[in-house]
C-alpha cells in the first residue's frame, strides 16, 4: 500500500504540473498583454439592437488559428509526414497573436468574460491536442514512417486527404459537427496489411474516436445554450440599391442617410461577399454597429506595413498578415491588396 501510496503521488504530481503548464499561457495573457491604448467614441448608424461587440473581430482570430493550423497540417501531410508539422510553432502562434490581440482589443472595445473564457478554452484544448500529437507523432509515428520507406501508405494519403476536407469544412461550419466516425470507418476499410497502414488506422481511429466523443459532449451543451447568430447587417453605400440583387443571401432593409441597411450572412460567405461588393465599387459604411474589423492577409513577405501581427504558414512558404482597419477603409484596403502582392483571405466580423 505504501507503495501504491507514492506511485499515486508522484501521478498527481506530474498531472498538477500538466495542468500548471498547459494554463501557464493563460496567465501570461492575462499579467503580460494588457493593453493601454484610449477607446474613441463612436456614434452607430445601426439600433442597438443590431450590435455585436467590436473587440470580438479580435478575438475570432484565435479560433482561425485554429482553423488555419488544420488547413497547414494537411499541406504538410498532402506530400510529407506528420512528424514534419511544427506542432509547437502552431501553438506558440495562438499565444503569441492572441497576447497582441488582447493588447490591441483595449482600444477598440471591452472583452466580455464569455468570449475570452470561450478562447482561453480552445486554445488550452488545442495545446493539449497538439502536444500530444507531437508526442506520438515525433516518436512512435516517426519510427512506423521511417520503417515505410520513402514511398507513402494508401492511408498516408487517404488521411492527408481527411485532413484537408476538415480543414475546408471548418471554414463555415463548427468542428464539432465533422463525421469522425465515418473518416476511422473509411479508414478501416482502405487499410491494406502493412505496417503503416495498421498503425496509421490504430493511431488516429483512436484519435477520431475521442474527438467523436468529444464533439457530441459540445454538441449538446452548445444546443443547450443555443447557437450563435448566422446574420449580420451592416450600412453600404456607392452605389444605386438595384445592384444588390447581383449578390447572393443579402436581405435588403432601409435606406438612411448615410447608405443602404443590408443583411447578410456571416463567416466565410461574409468574407467572399465582401470581396466582390469591394470590388464592385462599393463602400462599408459601418458592419453590426461597429467601425474596426480585422482582416487577416497572405503574401509571399513575411511583413506587411499595416499588420498588427504577422505569422508564416507552414507548407505554403508564405505568410498571415493581421490588420485591423475603420470599416470604413475595408474596401479600398481589399482592392489595395493585389497591387501590393497580397490577396485576402478572412474578414473576421463580431
Given at each position: 500500500?505504501?507503495?501504491?501510496?507514492?506511485?499515486?503521488?508522484?501521478?498527481?504530481?506530474?498531472?498538477?504540473?500538466?495542468?500548471?503548464?498547459?494554463?501557464?499561457?493563460v496567465?501570461?495573457?492575462?499579467?503580460?498583454?494588457?493593453?493601454?491604448?484610449?477607446?474613441?467614441?463612436?456614434?452607430?448608424?445601426?439600433?442597438?439592437?443590431?450590435?455585436?461587440?467590436?473587440?470580438?473581430?479580435?478575438?475570432?482570430?484565435?479560433?482561425?488559428?485554429?482553423?488555419?493550423?488544420?488547413?497547414?497540417?494537411?499541406?504538410?501531410?498532402?506530400?510529407?509526414?506528420?512528424?514534419?508539422?511544427?506542432?509547437?510553432k502552431?501553438?506558440?502562434?495562438?499565444w503569441?497573436?492572441?497576447?497582441?490581440?488582447?493588447?490591441?482589443?483595449?482600444?477598440?472595445?471591452d472583452?466580455?468574460?464569455?468570449?475570452?473564457?470561450?478562447?482561453?478554452?480552445?486554445?488550452?484544448?488545442?495545446?493539449?491536442?497538439?502536444?500530444?500529437?507531437?508526442?506520438?507523432?515525433?516518436t512512435?509515428?516517426?519510427?512506423?514512417?521511417?520503417?515505410?520507406?520513402?514511398?507513402?501508405?494508401?492511408l498516408?494519403?487517404?488521411?492527408?486527404?481527411q485532413?484537408?476536407?476538415?480543414?475546408?469544412?471548418?471554414?463555415?461550419?463548427?468542428?464539432?459537427?465533422?463525421?469522425?466516425?465515418?473518416?476511422?470507418?473509411?479508414?478501416?476499410?482502405?487499410?491494406?496489411?502493412?505496417?503503416?497502414?495498421?498503425?496509421?488506422?490504430?493511431?488516429?481511429?483512436?484519435?477520431?474516436?475521442?474527438?467523436?466523443?468529444?464533439?457530441?459532449?459540445?454538441?449538446?451543451?452548445?444546443?443547450?445554450?443555443?447557437?450563435?447568430?448566422l446574420?449580420?447587417?451592416?450600412?453600404?453605400?456607392?452605389?444605386?440599391?438595384?445592384?444588390?440583387?447581383?449578390?447572393?443571401?443579402?436581405?435588403?432593409?432601409?435606406?438612411?442617410?448615410?447608405?443602404?441597411?443590408?443583411?447578410?450572412?456571416?463567416?466565410?460567405?461574409?468574407?467572399?461577399?465582401?470581396?466582390?461588393?469591394?470590388?464592385?465599387?462599393?463602400?462599408?459604411?459601418?458592419?453590426?454597429?461597429?467601425?474596426?474589423?480585422?482582416?487577416?492577409?497572405?503574401?509571399?513577405?513575411?511583413?506587411?506595413?499595416?499588420?498588427?501581427?504577422?505569422?508564416?504558414?507552414?507548407?505554403?512558404?508564405?505568410?498571415?498578415?493581421?490588420?485591423?482597419?475603420?470599416?470604413?477603409?475595408?474596401?479600398?484596403?481589399?482592392r489595395?491588396?493585389?497591387?501590393?502582392?497580397?490577396?485576402?483571405?478572412?474578414?473576421?466580423?463580431?
Amino acid at each position: 500500500m505504501k507503495r501504491l501510496w507514492t506511485w499515486v503521488k508522484r501521478v498527481g504530481v506530474v498531472l498538477l504540473l500538466l495542468v500548471a503548464g498547459l494554463l501557464a499561457p493563460v496567465a501570461w495573457v492575462e499579467t503580460m498583454c494588457r493593453g493601454d491604448k484610449v477607446q474613441t467614441p463612436y456614434a452607430a448608424l445601426l439600433p442597438p439592437a443590431e450590435h455585436r461587440v467590436e473587440s470580438r473581430t479580435l478575438l475570432t482570430y484565435p479560433e482561425w488559428h485554429i482553423v488555419h493550423a488544420y488547413d497547414d497540417y494537411a499541406e504538410v501531410i498532402r506530400t510529407g509526414n506528420p512528424h514534419e508539422f511544427g506542432f509547437f510553432k502552431s501553438i506558440a502562434g495562438f499565444w503569441s497573436s492572441l497576447c497582441v490581440l488582447n493588447e490591441t482589443a483595449s482600444g477598440v472595445g471591452d472583452v466580455d468574460s464569455a468570449t475570452k473564457q470561450m478562447v482561453y478554452v480552445i486554445g488550452v484544448s488545442f495545446t493539449a491536442e497538439l502536444m500530444v500529437k507531437a508526442a506520438y507523432e515525433e516518436t512512435i509515428g516517426r519510427l512506423f514512417a521511417w520503417q515505410r520507406g520513402a514511398g507513402r501508405a494508401p492511408l498516408d494519403d487517404l488521411s492527408a486527404v481527411q485532413a484537408a476536407d476538415y480543414a475546408a469544412f471548418l471554414q463555415q461550419v463548427p468542428w464539432y459537427r465533422w463525421h469522425f466516425r465515418e473518416d476511422a470507418e473509411a479508414l478501416r476499410q482502405a487499410a491494406t496489411g502493412n505496417l503503416r497502414d495498421r498503425e496509421r488506422r490504430l493511431a488516429l481511429g483512436l484519435e477520431y474516436g475521442a474527438k467523436a466523443a468529444y464533439a457530441d459532449l459540445i454538441a449538446r451543451a452548445v444546443a443547450a445554450t443555443g447557437f450563435d447568430e448566422l446574420r449580420l447587417r451592416m450600412v453600404v453605400s456607392g452605389k444605386p440599391a438595384e445592384d444588390l440583387a447581383a449578390y447572393d443571401g443579402i436581405t435588403i432593409g432601409e435606406t438612411i442617410p448615410e447608405g443602404i441597411v443590408i443583411e447578410t450572412p456571416r463567416y466565410r460567405i461574409l468574407t467572399h461577399l465582401l470581396q466582390s461588393m469591394a470590388l464592385d465599387g462599393w463602400q462599408f459604411r459601418e458592419i453590426a454597429g461597429n467601425d474596426d474589423i480585422l482582416f487577416t492577409a497572405l503574401s509571399d513577405q513575411p511583413g506587411h506595413q499595416d499588420a498588427i501581427v504577422s505569422l508564416p504558414r507552414q507548407g505554403y512558404g508564405d505568410f498571415r498578415h493581421l490588420v485591423l482597419v475603420k470599416v470604413t477603409e475595408l474596401a479600398d484596403q481589399i482592392r489595395n491588396l493585389a497591387a501590393s502582392g497580397a490577396r485576402l483571405e478572412h474578414v473576421h466580423d463580431y
